[in-house]
């Protein structure tokens, strides 16, 4: 009779589990559906608040060396920022934008003088062309997001203070210390990731235009800047930043296409395998199959952004799983020599 009801009360505690994991999919997948129709606003959020962790340390340093306020050191810094992205957007955009268009007329001629193998790529090929330039945003639209962007930055940093003060007051003392750990975690995280993402990016591009205008290869501003937005994404991005290259370079010859191939391999090599650790550290140091895992369903959820994020946001999980789990074992091995 007992071993009857132990099997009766592990099957409604199996069931139990089982419901609890449904309800949870559910729930998640109602919150998913939610957020997904807020994603541009989501994303708009999450780059300010990104921004304003990034260029904090640069408002500091402003105000520490020339002892202005920190309004006054952060406008300095956002006037700089718009500076740069308005010479970026009134000079680089349409360069690249008419580069690519011009690109785009020129595949399906040097396709059809190429052999037979080629030819089957002429409209996949030139599909993709014609889509990346859904990449590049209108001028008009990438300044409005730049703007709510630098706003919102903005009043994240002159108020962090405040916000943070508003919010602990919201949450039980107890917790503070542990908030205080996790926003320290977070925005270490954050900040070393991305700047050694856009360093990878900036040096890419670099590279890739150098060894195009060095070969006399065409289109090298374009190519250069996608190959640079391609390697800020890890692990499957700095692959594309070489292919898309090679592609390109392919219409100026087999020859050159393979020589741009290897040095923009080796150049990578040098950049991801050697100067890369040194600057992440090992905060990030994952197995290739879990950041591929987060790649993908960060590229579900938020598209190219969810993708970028998704990296982050694991290293932020294991940071925080190993410093509490640490925490446990001390707590439990304390009780155990009691």
Known sequence: MLEEMKKFNNLIQVLLYLLIIAVGSYVLGLVGMVLGRFTDTIVIVLVSWLL???????????????????????????????IFIVAIGFVYIPLITSQIVALVGLVPGYLSEAPVVLNHLNGPLLNQIENSITLIPSIAQFFFSAFIVLTLSFYFIIDRNKINREFFNLVPDAWHETLIFIEKVISDTFISFFRVQFFYGVLIAIVTWLVMYLFGIGFSASVAFLAGL??????????????????VALLAGSLKALLVGVILFIAQQIVFNVIGPKLLGKVFSLHPAIILISLLIGLKFGGAFGAVFAIPVLGIGVVMIRTFGMRVARVLSKKSKR
């Open 52 to 82: 304003s962790f990034l260029l904090d340390p640069v408002v500091s340093r402003i105000q520490k060396y020339f002892k202005f306020s920190k309004i006054i050191s952060t406008t300095i810094t956002y006037l700089l920022l718009s």
């Open 230 to 247: 391609f390697a800020i994404v890890p692990l499957v991005g700095p692959l594309l930043a070489i292919v898309l290259p090679v592609m």
